[in-house]
Every structure is written in structure tokens, then in C-alpha cells.
T-cell receptor
Framework: ETGVTQTPRHLVMGMTNKKSLKCEQH?????MYWYKQSAKKPLELMFV???????ENNSVPSRFSPECPNSSHLFLHLHTLQPEDSALYLC?????????????????FGPGTRLTVL | GNSVTQMEGPVTLSEEAFLTINCTYT??????LFWYVQYPGEGLQLLLK?????DKGSNKGFEATYRKETTSFHLEKGSVQVSDSAVYFC?????????FGAGTTVTVRA
């Protein structure tokens, strides 16, 4: 398998459920990202990981909890979500995050997980 | 701060028509510029990019030139096909942060 993969592709959950989204990149990249795409809103950056360390938490509510066990895998753990959290959640990776004025790299996206919160 | 403004859609065209989607940006420093495309039910795919002023990105018949003097990165294709129907996003990368435009929905009719 190549590129960036995400599972599941679709998820329906109740507000009291706990679920996890998974992202895997097969590109040898060192940085991974979570984005949220809501209807009629620009894509929002949620989290950034560089070499398994979180370097950005873009004011995301604590009901979203990311985990990066290694440079190839990224999870987004979900609990007690709200209906307004329904969206397409996109994972991306890049060779490096380009921190501290370093080289900035192209981000490559997975197909997304379509989440519906009832 | 960084921001991207792209023309609002939807845009509806006939096959073989010329497509232009305008994109302008504001940014500090020297950002890289991108066009991503999202086909129905799918994630974002990188269409083309340019990393410095006067660079031209091109792919699949699409082109865009990084114009620093007008802070623009307009997307063009000379002859569209039905398979080009998608949502197109202009984006700016500064440090590690991608800033996206709102997206332009393009529909090409046979």
C-alpha cells in the first residue's frame, strides 16, 4: 500500500461513544497532521506531530485526543463528541514540518474519515 | 497573518472550455503555494505547487504561476474534461502551516 491511508472511511457514533480514527503513511515522512473539513468552512488544522512529538494543538477541544506512537501512525481518539463535530477528518504527512524556519515540505493527504455524530 | 482568497463558485463549464480560478494571498515571508483538488467522496490530492516567485507549477494540463507582485496564484486549464469536475483549493504553506481557501466547485458538462 502506498501514500496515506485512513480508516475507517465512514463512522457514525453517538455522543456518548468512544471511537478512534487511524492514519498510516507509507512515505517515510517525519511529520503528520490532522485537519477538520466542515461544510462551508475552510479546512482547519487541528494537530501537528513531528518525529512523534506534538508541536501544534490548534485550540482543539479536549474531546479530541491525538496519539502518535511512531512516525508512520497517527490516531485521533474521540469521546463525548457533539453533533457539530460531524465533518470530514483528514490526515496528512510531509517529509518534515519545516519548524524554526527550516525547509517547508509539501503535505500529502489521505482520503479522510467522514464522521457523523448523532 | 496568512490567508488565501479564491473565487467563489460554483463554476459550470462545457467540455473543452477554458477554466480560470483566481487565487490571491497574504503572507509574511516566502510561502509556497499549492493547488489541491478534491473529487467527490475523496480526500485532497496535490495538483501542483510552486515554491518561489515566478515558478510555474503544472500537472494534468493545469498551470499556475507564482506572482509575487500581484500576490496571486491563478489556476488555468485550456480545455477541461468532464473528469475535471471537482472542488479546487488554493493553499499557502508558511512554516508548517497550510492555509486554505474556501474551495471552488467546478462542474464540467459533456
Amino acid at each position: 500500500e502506498t501514500g496515506v491511508t485512513q480508516t475507517p472511511r465512514h463512522l457514525v457514533m453517538g455522543m456518548t461513544n468512544k471511537k478512534s480514527l487511524k492514519c498510516e503513511q507509507h512515505l517515510g515522512h517525519n511529520a503528520m497532521y490532522w485537519y477538520k473539513q466542515s461544510a462551508k468552512k475552510p479546512l482547519e488544522l487541528m494537530f501537528v506531530y513531528s518525529l512523534e512529538e506534538r508541536v501544534e494543538n490548534n485550540s482543539v477541544p479536549s474531546r479530541f485526543s491525538p496519539e502518535c506512537p511512531n512516525s508512520s501512525h497517527l490516531f485521533l481518539h474521540l469521546h463525548t463528541l457533539q453533533p457539530e463535530d460531524s465533518a470530514l477528518y483528514l490526515c496528512a504527512s510531509s517529509p518534515s514540518p519545516g519548524l524554526a524556519g527550516g525547509r517547508t515540505d509539501t503535505q500529502y493527504f489521505g482520503p479522510g474519515t467522514r464522521l457523523t455524530v448523532l | 497573518g496568512n490567508s488565501v482568497t479564491q473565487m467563489e463558485g460554483p463554476v459550470t463549464l462545457s467540455e473543452e472550455a477554458f477554466l480560470t480560478i483566481n487565487c490571491t494571498y497574504t503572507a509574511t515571508g516566502y510561502p509556497s503555494l499549492f493547488w489541491y483538488v478534491q473529487y467527490p467522496g475523496e480526500g485532497l490530492q496535490l495538483l501542483l505547487k510552486a515554491t518561489k516567485a515566478d515558478d510555474k507549477g503544472s500537472n494534468k494540463g493545469f498551470e499556475a504561476t507564482y506572482r509575487k507582485e500581484t500576490t496571486s496564484f491563478h489556476l488555468e486549464k485550456g480545455s477541461v474534461q468532464v473528469s475535471d469536475s471537482a472542488v479546487y483549493f488554493c493553499a499557502l504553506l508558511n512554516d508548517y502551516k497550510l492555509s486554505f481557501g474556501a474551495g471552488t466547485t467546478v462542474t464540467v458538462r459533456a
